[in-house]
């Protein structure tokens, strides 16, 4: 079995030894070269752009404004599965180029140039005029009576508002005795700053046209190109290399509609559009900033009487993912601590600011900052122990969310927090590290978290294998998943050669989805690329065994039924006799003169079912006082992801999550002068990405109890590492100083303001 051992990642040593090709490997080094000039306003329309000069800039090919897109294909660019029921279908709110701007950043005009010297030297010569508008960056100021409108389709700037309601609220916090508890959450506007930044080219062959892109979402980029440009999606091809990182910004169709007109506007010549890392920062996707306000009201037994959230996500300029990520958030609130009565409202407002779309963990992050947070405060005006307050109101075993249908199988929660305890020390140092006074002081915190995996029912869920035989009885494996760095294409591997009996190195997973070629499938995102795979793995697997099986009973005159098929040999199930190799049935198969046959299977699997994934965050820091300053001493994390694929993977992914969840507690922050909208900080010097520089030793644990309803018994594991990180470290700083910090990222600067007000300082 390989399912559960730790394996080598099969694209370890192309990655390691530089063979590895990426999407600028793969371009033709005659592609002319393509910039794109953004808007210096953050909000107002585009009265004229004079481009003579950069037009007359030698190695200047073309220069394009928002005044050449004639035909007005407005296009989603979300990657959610689209579907044929309207109400189940993305915003469709942008262009290729647009003369109606909405954020400092938009997209007005491309240049493009035989080499990226001129491109940017037409840039720079490029004269615009604005007719300006008043902008607005804070969600709850966009919702007000007379703020600006970004867009006439949705008044109060709402793209829109869900709710909750269960049990009467109003009727539960008349009760007596009831201790109430609110409190104020925010979350900032950050960015993946994931190591490759956006790439793709385009060229087309005859009527059609081929993009390569680094993508999430091969498939979905297909379809939105088609949109974009107004033709047949079959006309449009989309081919995904490796890529260099994605985090859920390249879950968005960004540039390859722009790329791919631009390709079509210039008679299919090959055109390449390469976004530097400013760009990326301010034009590409950024992650909800999101203020939440929570109100608990509290027995005096511990446990919650009634409950009331509110949440206002700042979803920028355009549609994106939109609404999704706050309705996400606001459905963990009910699910991870029960209550009777609880009422919740999630806004999701149009600002003049970059456009939030999918990041890893897609709204977790921002709930638990907010719901774990406030759990702190809460276990503290009543005078409980933080841990036993949890253990008193978290989701109970055998709880089933009556939406999804999920349901919690197991102990898990105890089971992680036990771990955790355990791991970090967390009894004897939360005694020691009570009533101190000095300067520098110790805590520890923690944290949990709750996640879904995958998009069951919201969305469409889906996921096609094909497999093929080769000569020698090795297999061919290609997915719609797509390996995106986190080691996807490994578990796919130890799974088929699981299913189907073949040795792992035999087990070859074509990496790179090709559209014209590769079986359908939706993505990476959701965390769930190990859970869906596995579905339609299995199946697929099993129909191709069957199919070896009804051959080998012909060359070995065994009926299937007495066969079996074990690490590539063909063995009779009675006395486990070697009959043949799979290899040898292979060679036979292909090249037969009397039975010649392509042993091949392809199968789709709608997967409609969902799965909690559950787990916990224990931290220790340091702080010092007067220098407001935290050293964070250690972290555990702690999961229950069910069966484990591979370990050694899940752990990588892990302290990488861990590591995303350092930056967003103590340092990530993109900044937007109030005055301009414009942004402040769009580089990797002044945008304070953690490094292992700030890392303390990261441990990654975890309670393996098996997933009834996966075909492997595995559940969500990408994104949830990040989410219970931030607020861990948190309340950690509350136990070393009696301080809450209700704003992340906890810098110098906001806990120096915390302590001033609290009188530390």
């Given at each position: 079995?390989?399912?559960?051992?730790?394996?080598?990642?099969?694209?370890?040593?192309?990655?390691?030894?530089?063979r590895?090709?990426?999407?600028?490997?793969?371009?033709?080094?005659g592609?002319?070269?393509?910039?794109?000039?953004?808007?210096?306003?953050?909000?107002?329309?585009?009265?004229?752009?004079?481009?003579?000069?950069?037009?007359?800039?030698?190695?200047?090919?073309?220069?394009?404004?928002?005044?050449?897109?004639?035909?007005?294909?407005?296009?989603?660019?979300?990657?959610?599965?689209?579907?044929?029921?309207?109400?189940?279908?993305?915003?469709?709110?942008?262009?290729?180029?647009?003369?109606r701007?909405?954020?400092?950043?938009?997209?007005?005009?491309?240049?493009?140039?035989?080499?990226?010297?001129?491109?940017?030297?037409?840039?720079?010569?490029?004269?615009?005029?604005?007719?300006?508008?008043p902008?607005?960056l804070d969600?709850?100021?966009?919702?007000?009576?007379?703020a600006p409108?970004?867009?006439?389709?949705?008044?109060?700037?709402?793209?829109?508002?869900?709710?909750?309601?269960?049990?009467?609220?109003?009727?539960?916090?008349?009760?007596?005795?009831?201790?109430?508890?609110?409190?104020?959450?925010?979350?900032?506007?950050?960015?993946?700053?994931?190591?490759?930044?956006?790439?793709?080219?385009?060229?087309?062959?005859?009527?059609?046209?081929?993009?390569?892109?680094?993508?999430?979402?091969?498939?979905?980029?297909?379809?939105?190109?088609?949109?974009?440009?107004?033709?047949?999606?079959?006309?449009?091809?989309?081919?995904?290399?490796?890529?260099?990182?994605?985090?859920?910004?390249?879950?968005?169709?960004?540039?390859?509609?722009?790329?791919?007109?631009?390709?079509?506007?210039?008679?299919?010549?090959?055109?390449?559009?390469?976004?530097?890392?400013?760009?990326?920062?301010?034009?590409?996707?950024?992650?909800?900033?999101?203020?939440?306000?929570?109100?608990?009201?509290?027995?005096?037994?511990?446990?919650?009487?009634?409950?009331?959230?509110?949440?206002?996500?700042?979803?920028?300029?355009?549609?994106?993912?939109?609404?999704?990520?706050?309705?996400?958030?606001?459905g963990?609130?009910?699910?991870?601590?029960?209550?009777?009565?609880?009422?919740c409202?999630?806004?999701?407002?149009?600002?003049?600011?970059?456009?939030?779309?999918a990041?890893?963990?897609?709204?977790?992050?921002?709930?638990?900052?907010?719901?774990?947070?406030?759990?702190?405060?809460?276990?503290?005006?009543?005078?409980?122990?933080?841990?036993?307050?949890?253990?008193?109101?978290?989701?109970?075993?055998?709880?089933?969310?009556?939406?999804?249908?999920n349901?919690?199988?197991?102990d898990?929660?105890?089971?992680?927090?036990?771990?955790?305890?355990?791991?970090?020390?967390?009894?004897?140092?939360?005694?020691?590290?009570?009533?101190?006074?000095?300067?520098?002081?110790?805590?520890?915190?923690?944290?949990?978290?709750?996640?879904?995996?995958?998009?069951?029912?919201?969305?469409?869920?889906?996921?096609?294998?094909?497999?093929?035989?080769?000569?020698?009885?090795?297999?061919?494996?290609?997915?719609?998943?797509?390996?995106?760095?986190?080691?996807?294409?490994?578990?796919?591997?130890?799974m088929?050669?699981?299913?189907?009996?073949?040795?792992?190195?035999?087990?070859?997973?074509v990496?790179?989805?090709?559209?014209?070629?590769?079986?359908?499938?939706?993505?990476?995102?959701?965390?769930?690329?190990?859970?869906?795979?596995?579905?339609?793995?299995?199946?697929?697997g099993?129909?191709?065994?069957?199919?070896?099986?009804?051959?080998?009973?012909?060359?070995?005159?065994?009926?299937?039924?007495?066969?079996?098929?074990?690490?590539?040999?063909?063995?009779?199930?009675?006395?486990?006799?070697?009959?043949?190799?799979?290899?040898?049935?292979?060679?036979?198969?292909?090249?037969?003169?009397?039975?010649?046959?392509?042993?091949?299977?392809?199968?789709?699997?709608?997967?409609?079912?969902?799965?909690?994934?559950?787990?916990?965050?224990?931290?220790?820091?340091?702080?010092?006082?007067?220098?407001?300053?935290?050293?964070?001493?250690?972290?555990?994390?702690?999961?229950?992801?069910?069966?484990?694929?591979?370990?050694?993977?899940?752990?990588?992914?892990?302290?990488?999550?861990?590591?995303?969840?350092?930056?967003?507690?103590?340092?990530?922050?993109?900044?937007?002068?109030?005055?301009?909208?414009?942004?402040?900080?769009?580089?990797?010097?002044d945008?304070?990405?953690?490094?292992?520089?700030?890392?303390?030793?990261?441990?990654?644990?975890?309670?393996?109890?098996?997933?009834?309803?996966?075909?492997?018994g595995?559940?969500?594991l990408?994104?949830?590492?990040?989410?219970?990180?931030?607020?861990?470290?948190?309340?950690?700083?509350?136990?070393?100083?009696?301080?809450?910090?209700?704003?992340?990222?906890?810098?110098?600067?906001?806990?120096?303001?915390?302590?001033?007000?609290?009188?530390?300082?």
């Open positions: 079995m390989y399912v559960g051992q730790k394996a080598t990642r099969v694209d370890a040593y192309d990655k390691v030894l530089g590895a090709k990426y999407t600028d490997d793969l371009c033709d080094k592609a002319y070269v393509a910039q794109v000039l953004h808007a210096t306003i953050a909000n107002g329309l585009v009265k004229s752009i004079d481009t003579s000069r950069a037009q007359a800039i030698p190695g200047v090919v073309k220069v394009f404004t928002c005044f050449d897109v004639k035909e007005k294909h407005f296009f989603p660019t979300a990657g959610h599965p689209w579907s044929t029921d309207p109400g189940h279908q993305d915003v469709a709110d942008r262009l290729v180029l647009t003369q701007v909405r954020f400092y950043g938009d997209d007005i005009a491309a240049v493009v140039a035989e080499d990226p010297v001129s491109a940017a030297q037409a840039l720079a010569a490029i004269q615009v005029e604005y007719e300006e508008y902008f607005v969600p709850q100021k966009a919702m007000e009576e007379g409108l970004l867009h006439e389709n949705y008044p109060g700037n709402i793209l829109s508002h869900t709710s909750i309601r269960k049990g009467d609220y109003q009727a539960a916090i008349r009760q007596e005795g009831l201790v109430k508890v609110e409190g104020w959450y925010d979350t900032p506007t950050v960015q993946h700053c994931h190591l490759e930044n956006f790439i793709c080219f385009a060229e087309m062959t005859g009527d059609r046209i081929r993009v390569v892109t680094s993508t999430q979402i091969p498939h979905i980029v297909r379809r939105v190109v088609g949109q974009a440009l107004g033709i047949p999606w079959g006309r449009v091809q989309v081919i995904k290399p490796y890529i260099g990182g994605g985090f859920g910004n390249k879950q968005d169709v960004l540039y390859e509609p722009l790329c791919a007109w631009l390709c079509m506007n210039l008679g299919g010549h090959l055109v390449k559009l390469d976004v530097p890392r400013e760009d990326t920062f301010v034009s590409t996707r950024v992650r909800h900033a999101i203020r939440s306000h929570i109100v608990s009201w509290v027995r005096p037994d511990g446990t919650y009487a009634a409950r009331k959230l509110e949440v206002f996500s700042n979803q920028g300029a355009y549609a994106s993912h939109g609404h999704s990520i706050a309705a996400k958030g606001m963990a609130f009910p699910q991870l601590y029960p209550c009777e009565n609880v009422e409202d999630a806004y999701t407002v149009f600002t003049n600011q970059s456009v939030a779309g990041m890893r963990g897609y709204g977790i992050p921002q709930a638990m900052w907010a719901v774990e947070c406030h759990t702190e405060e809460v276990a503290a005006r009543l005078g409980m122990d933080p841990i036993e307050f949890r253990r008193k109101n978290l989701m109970p075993v055998g709880y089933v969310d009556p939406f999804s249908k349901e919690l199988y197991s898990t929660f105890n089971q992680c927090m036990d771990k955790g305890m355990e791991a970090i020390g967390y009894r004897e140092k939360y005694r020691a590290y009570q009533g101190q006074k000095g300067e520098v002081r110790r805590g520890v915190g923690m944290a949990v978290f709750w996640y879904n995996t995958a998009v069951w029912p919201i969305s469409l869920e889906t996921s096609s294998c094909r497999m093929v035989l080769n000569q020698d009885g090795s297999l061919q494996v290609q997915l719609g998943e797509t390996e995106i760095g986190q080691g996807a294409d490994t578990a796919f591997a130890q088929t050669a699981d299913v189907v009996g073949v040795p792992l190195d035999q087990v070859h997973v990496s790179c989805q090709d559209t014209d070629v590769t079986p359908f499938g939706t993505g990476a995102y959701a965390s769930r690329q190990t859970y869906t795979a596995g579905f339609s793995i299995r199946q697929t099993q129909l191709l065994k069957e199919r070896i099986l009804a051959y080998a009973q012909e060359l070995t005159r065994m009926p299937a039924y007495n066969l079996e098929l074990r690490e590539g040999n063909i063995l009779r199930a009675t006395d486990g006799r070697v009959l043949m190799s799979l290899g040898q049935l292979a060679t036979q198969a292909l090249y037969s003169l009397t039975n010649s046959q392509h042993l091949t299977a392809e199968s789709t699997a709608q997967i409609k079912s969902n799965a909690y994934s559950f787990g916990c965050t224990f931290a220790q820091v340091e702080v010092d006082i007067p220098l407001c300053k935290v050293k964070l001493l250690d972290l555990v994390n702690v999961h229950d992801a069910g069966t484990l694929i591979n370990p050694a993977l899940a752990e990588a992914q892990v302290h990488g999550g861990m590591s995303m969840g350092i930056g967003y507690g103590l340092s990530e922050r993109m900044l937007f002068d109030p005055r301009t909208g414009r942004p402040l900080n769009n580089n990797l010097l945008y304070k990405l953690s490094t292992f520089m700030d890392h303390p030793r990261l441990r990654a644990l975890f309670v393996e109890n098996p997933e009834p309803t996966s075909a492997f595995t559940k969500g990408g994104e949830p590492p990040t989410c219970s990180v931030a607020p861990a470290i948190r309340n950690a700083i509350y136990h070393a100083t009696g301080v809450f910090v209700n704003e992340a990222p906890m810098t110098p600067h906001s806990l120096f303001r915390r302590f001033k007000e609290e009188g530390l300082l």
